[in-house]
């Protein structure tokens, strides 16, 4: 049975239409004679979606019940039962209800898929799980649905359902999307313009990401090789040489023209192993291409052109940045370079040579490999070509008469081969010359003579010569070729265990020089770091250098003590112990190395950040507090005096009107008082991560009223309309009275006269929102983050107005029982204060 066939719609955000266009293609392949089924649609309430249904085939849903609640599910079995030829499914990203067959919807229909059904759904770019966070961060809202990025890419069929901003927000304000009642917390709140754009987009790139994917499957099974411009790609070469930092910069500007291009860095390591460019500076490269937001890539390959236009045309790329060559003159009469050899070969691709300081400055060549085979076998060797060839010409010299010389030549060939297979090219090349002259003196007439008279063997002993030089330099060269393998598989090893120790974040010096030390077996591995300025004889000396990080055993305690040490800068020096490592280890050891500093500065910039901030942040808090407190504290306490001290006066017969005037004036005054050093309290414990929470159902329509009267004499400007449908949320209830009263309290302050604030609720997904609604002047958009700050308040700079404590501890107590506060501009005019409160866990939603 072939595995059914799955089309995903998506879409930006709810309400774009995305359930009708499923619908509608649904209705069509009815109308084409096709077997459709309903499998699980959710209308929403929206007319015309639900208009869609009539006549259509639905499977009845399977009903559960949890928590005494009654709700309803896709029912799999009797889709499978059904066997349809497509069966139509909402809400791809929907969590079922517990006790389900699956416990996410997207798993209910993969078996849907295995039983051979075809499958058409929809899920919002908002519970795609690589891009959650990021939703997050724009809207303020987090998604606790998702669905794996990779089941909707396995999808055979991915269709964006698009509407722009403005059109889905007229279709929200004629009532198409919401009910009445919710559509003006919707506009002010999920579908802001500025939050419908920035969904659009993510939609948008990541169809874009599905698209080329589909196009890359397409041009490999097709065997496609040249470039199809569809997007700006820029590949950067790397040599790993210095001049490395200024052709990445470059081609970030080159791709920076171009909205949407990639940035592509590539380095060609040669297949012996002898292609080098210096680790430290491809590691600190890849970091620069990778702050810019491109990515780096590692391909072997002995042609360098041919291996740098095979990964540009295999990424699709349509630019290729090279450096001029760093040769001199004389060099380049002998070879184009590579830079000439790609722009000849390079067809489509455009080619742009990046001068730079290095440029004929000569490229440093490859270290020279020791002797490819070990002393052992050279030994050998040189034992086989001194006493084997005489000991091969005592052997066959009784047999002169029986074998002929072609006989003879081949008997020494052999031992050659031999010789060189033991000991390499230098004895096997000894051993032919001097067999060579055996040959000559013993077995070619004239016998015991250097002559030679038939020109035939003279011929058969230059090319027993020759044969024994090519299979002597061949062996000696593979030997080579394999010790450099072996050699550039261990530092590839290396360097990728410094990379997975990168990306796996383990940033910890101990870490790193921990497996320094295990990579290359040493004793002891070591970072110091010189105390003062570095003088002529201070290599050698302890008390000049500072162990910052060491493992192992005996640490070094300076440089000179180390079998092997790397000069980081001016300050930092690795310093191994153990063994002396050769220059090909060496390189790999600097690319350690250079991790190692960079792991240093990041640890003493995190300790600094750390000491340094909650410093600033008390003296801050110091310097607001001193500031407000010049005000808050002594003007009410000047008033109370005043008023007290007016009533004491015996020079004064004050009427009753006028002393209950004044009793009103030191009341109020001590009031002030009062709720300032309770706010002050609280903040206090907030910061302090001590403030005591009490969590519980709470209903909204017993808090709201109690707010309301707390505000005393305001009472009467300010209007609630909470309806009691609302689930309970679960909050601490005389905090979130202590919240909503100073958001009421700040909501009237800025209030014109005669408007009054007005106080909303309403039920969204798992949350529940509180708005407080004023029509003051508002808040700009750059300074909603800045009102929160304590001590701060918009437009004062003497603190004439008060402390500024209020929003900012309203925000710390909504966030400590686990909901959010969000500033929003109320259509119209005015600033909205909106509480999301999560709702009570007895209150189940699908």
Not at 27 to 56: K, P, Q
Request: a negative charge.
């Amino acid at each position: 049975m072939s595995r059914g066939r799955l089309r995903v719609y998506l879409g930006a955000a709810p309400g774009v239409g995305k359930t009708y266009a499923m619908l509608s293609e649904g209705r069509r392949g009815t109308e084409r004679g096709r077997d459709v089924v309903v499998g699980f649609v959710e209308t929403h309430g929206r007319a015309r979606t639900a208009a869609l249904l009539e006549g259509m085939e639905v499977i009845p849903r399977r009903t559960l019940v949890y928590r005494g609640a009654t709700f309803t599910e896709l029912d799999v079995d009797a889709v499978i039962e059904r066997k349809p030829k497509i069966a139509l499914i909402d809400e791809l990203a929907h969590t079922n209800v517990p006790g389900s067959r699956n416990v996410k919807r997207w798993q209910d229909i993969d078996d849907i898929l295995d039983a051979g059904i075809d499958v058409i759904s929809t899920v919002n770019i908002q519970h795609l799980e690589s891009v959650n966070d990021v939703v997050q961060e724009i809207t303020g809202i987090p998604q606790r649905e998702t669905v794996p990025d990779e089941v909707v890419r396995r999808a055979d069929q991915v269709e964006l359902v698009d509407m722009s901003p403005e059109a889905l927000r007229r279709r929200m304000a004629h009532g198409n999307v919401y009910m009445p009642e919710k559509v003006d917390a919707a506009l002010s709140n999920y579908f802001r313009v500025g939050n419908l754009t920035a969904l659009r987009e993510l939609a948008l790139l990541w169809v874009a990401g599905k698209v080329d994917d589909q196009l890359d499957r397409y041009r490999a099974e097709h065997g496609i090789a040249t470039t199809w411009d569809t997007r700006e790609r820029v590949v950067v070469a790397l040599t790993g040489g210095p001049e490395g930092d200024t052709l990445v910069r470059r081609a970030a500007r080159v791709a920076a023209r171009t909205k949407g291009a990639d940035l592509l860095a590539v380095h060609v390591t040669s297949a012996d192993g002898l292609a080098g460019g210096d680790p430290a500076n491809l590691a600190r490269q890849r970091t620069l291409v990778e702050s810019m937001g491109g990515t780096y890539h590692q391909v072997v390959g002995d042609d360098i052109p041919q291996a740098l236009l095979d990964f540009a045309r295999g990424v699709n790329a349509t630019q290729l940045v090279l450096g001029a060559s760093r040769r001199g003159r004389f060099a380049q009469i002998f070879s184009r370079g590579v830079g000439v050899e790609t722009t000849a070969l390079s067809g489509s691709i455009d080619v742009h040579m990046i001068t730079h300081e290095e440029v004929k400055q000569g490229r440093r060549r490859p270290e020279r490999s020791r002797a490819a085979l070990t002393r052992k076998r050279r030994l050998t060797g040189w034992a086989l070509a001194v006493a084997g060839m005489p000991l091969l010409t005592a052997l066959l010299a009784p047999f002169r008469d029986v074998l002929s010389l072609p006989s003879e030549i081949l008997f020494f060939l052999c031992l050659t081969v031999g010789v060189a297979l033991a000991g390499g090219m230098w004895p096997a090349v000894t051993a032919a010359v001097g067999g060579s002259l055996l040959l000559n003196w013993y077995f070619t007439p004239p016998l015991g003579e250097f002559t030679i008279n038939d020109p035939e063997n003279l011929f058969a002993l230059v090319v027993f010569v020759l044969v024994a030089a090519a299979v002597s330099s061949i062996v000696d060269l593979a030997a080579r070729r394999t010790r450099q393998a072996a050699r550039a598989s261990a530092d590839a090893e290396a360097l990728s265990t410094l990379a997975g120790h990168v990306l796996r974040g383990e940033a910890a010096l101990p870490s790193l020089l921990g497996r320094l030390r295990e990579t290359f077996g040493l004793d002891s591995v070591t970072l110091l770091e010189r105390l003062a300025e570095p003088t002529p004889d201070d290599q050698s000396e302890p008390a000049a250098w500072r162990i910052i990080a060491t493992t192992g055993q005996t640490p070094c305690t300076n440089p000179g003590a180390a079998d092997t040490d790397v000069q980081i800068n001016d300050r930092l020096v690795l310093a191994a112990r153990g063994r002396l490592l050769d220059a090909s280890d060496r390189r790999v050891l600097e690319a350690f190395a250079a991790e190692a500093a960079v792991a240093l500065r990041q640890e003493r910039l995190e300790e600094e950040a750390g000491q340094a901030k909650p410093l600033a942040e008390a003296d801050k808090m110091r310097t607001a507090l001193l500031a407000a407190v010049s005000h808050d504290l002594r003007t009410p306490l000047a008033a109370a005096k005043a008023s007290v001290d007016s009533l004491r006066s015996a020079d004064v017969d004050w009427s009753p009107q006028d002393r209950d005037e004044l009793l009103d004036t030191a009341h109020e005054s001590l009031g002030r008082l009062d709720r300032l050093v309770e706010n002050l309290l609280d903040m206090s414990r907030l910061q302090a991560g001590v403030l005591g929470l009490s969590l519980q159902p709470v209903a909204l329509e017993e808090v709201v009223p109690r707010a309301i009267d707390d505000l005393g004499s305001l009472r009467d400007r300010v209007e609630g309309d909470i309806s009691i449908e609302l689930p309970e949320i679960v909050a601490d209830p005389a905090l979130l009275e202590r919240v909503l009263v100073n958001l009421m309290t700040n909501a009237v302050r800025y209030s014109p006269a005669g408007r009054k604030v007005l106080i909303t609720a309403s039920w969204h997904d798992e949350q529940v929102e509180i708005r407080v609604i004023d029509r003051g002047p508002g808040i700009p958009p750059e300074a909603r983050d800045r009102v929160f700050q304590p001590f701060q308040r918009l437009g004062d700079r003497d603190n004439g107005t008060g402390v500024g404590l209020g929003l900012a501890l309203s925000r710390g107590l909504t966030e400590a029982m686990g909901g959010t506060l969000i500033p929003e501009e109320t259509p119209g005019g005015g600033l909205t204060m909106t509480v999301q409160m999560p709702i009570s866990s007895q209150a189940v939603t699908v």
